[in-house]
């Protein structure tokens, strides 16, 4: 909590701010689950929120400086709902979140902006059972393009894909993982406040291949066992005291 300017690159300054309230958020929420079917609604108010805001270093525009700042308020509404219904040898679980925020802020010359489309966001993870004790896991994630607060994300996909063997009794298990198969999973983001636009592209190494070795000296059923049983003769101890 100061107004101290710190360095993050040549073109990037992060400050403090002395001068921020709390924020107060009223919450509303509804959950449903029926069979198969989960359903979550959600309605947030937020008064005073705290947001990321940004101006110009003056004397030198190619200098952004960024800061936390409260703003009036801001509505959001939050959909999410998840199926999940196994099939033999294939349990698919799917999920799909929407969010929509409702939030006003300064544009260029006095004008007033507002958040745009929503977000929705997309994940279908899947588990098959193969032959020969094979498990393969398919999971795909996608988020559209939309708002949240006065930042816009760009849309991303990531496919990840993984298959595990098992061996002496579960004890020994092989793994071998592949994430984000398209290198489609970007963070893209930009932003508008007053005069001033913001791009941001973040890209990790997300595209990789992994193999994991796991080996159980003891298992879960095991040591349940031997903690029963402990509890079992420190109970009969303390009986015979």
């Avoid at 403090?16 to 309230?21: I, T």
């Avoid at 969010?99 to 010359?109: A, E, L, R």
């Avoid at 159980?216 to 109970?235: C, I, L, P, V």
């Amino acid at each position: 909590m100061n107004d101290n300017a710190v360095y993050t690159d040549r073109f990037t300054y992060q400050k403090g701010n002395l001068y921020l309230k709390q924020a107060l958020t009223h919450d509303l929420n509804y959950m449903l689950f029926y069979k198969f079917l989960f359903l979550n609604l959600n309605y947030t108010l937020t008064r005073d929120p705290l947001v990321t805001a940004f101006y110009s270093m003056p004397g030198n525009s190619a200098v952004t400086v960024s800061y936390m700042d409260n703003f009036d308020k801001m509505h959001n509404l939050t959909g999410m709902v998840n199926v999940q219904y196994p099939v033999k040898w294939w349990m698919p679980s799917l999920t799909l979140t929407c969010i929509k925020t409702f939030f006003h802020y300064p544009g260029p010359d006095g004008t007033t902006l507002k958040s745009g489309r929503p977000l929705v966001m997309l994940n279908f993870n899947n588990s098959f059972t193969l032959p020969s004790g094979f498990l393969l896991s398919a999971n795909f994630n996608y988020g559209s393009k939309g708002y949240y607060q006065l930042y816009e994300s760009k849309g991303y996909t990531s496919l990840n894909l993984s298959l595990k063997k098992s061996f002496l009794n579960d004890k020994l298990q092989l793994s071998l993982d592949a994430y984000d198969i398209f290198n489609k999973n970007n963070t893209r983001a930009s932003a508008r406040l007053h005069d001033i636009i913001i791009n941001t592209v973040g890209k990790e190494e997300t595209r990789k291949v992994g193999f994991t070795i796991t080996y159980r000296f003891r298992t879960e059923k095991k040591m349940n066992n031997q903690s029963a049983a402990e509890s079992e003769m420190s109970r009969l101890n303390m009986n015979n005291q």
